[in-house]
Nanobody, 122 residues
Framework: QVQLVESGGGLVQAGDSLRLSCEAS????????MGWFRQAPGKEREFVSA????????LYADSVKGRFTISRDNAKNTVYLQMNSLKPEDTAVYYC???????????????WGQGTQVTVSS
């Protein structure tokens, strides 16, 4: 089973940018659709973005469309989430996840990372 490790979180001010990375442990990384989700305190985990195996298709939540960009480098077994124009409401633990196909549904993802904290101050 693939293991996922996120990095790149931190404390930033509103309007700043961050890039999250998620490295997978297996060379079969290219066979997985990858997604990013987030969970704020007291709230349910929500979909942020997803990318297909070959990067031909991407999905975004309306709340991040135009500000966040998902990408992947299959040679490095890594998926990225570039987050620009961050807002305080983006504060959450961000998780990457792997699925057999591109999806926005958490139930389609069977492997999850441990999460990385993103805090945006106003």
């Amino acid at each position: 089973q693939v293991q996922l490790v996120e990095s790149g979180g931190g404390l930033v001010q509103a309007g700043d940018s961050l890039r999250l990375s998620c490295e997978a442990s297996r060379r079969t990384f290219s066979s997985f659709g990858m997604g990013w989700f987030r969970q704020a305190p007291g709230k349910e985990r929500e979909f942020v973005s997803a990318i297909s195996r070959s990067s031909l298709s991407t999905l975004y939540a309306d709340s991040v469309k135009g500000r966040f960009t998902i990408s992947r480098d299959n040679a490095k077994n890594t998926v990225y989430l570039q987050m620009n124009s961050l807002k305080p409401e983006d504060t959450a633990v961000y998780y990457c996840a792997a699925a057999s196909m591109i999806s926005s549904r958490p139930s389609d993802f069977n492997t999850w990372g441990q999460g990385t904290q993103v805090t945006v101050s106003s």
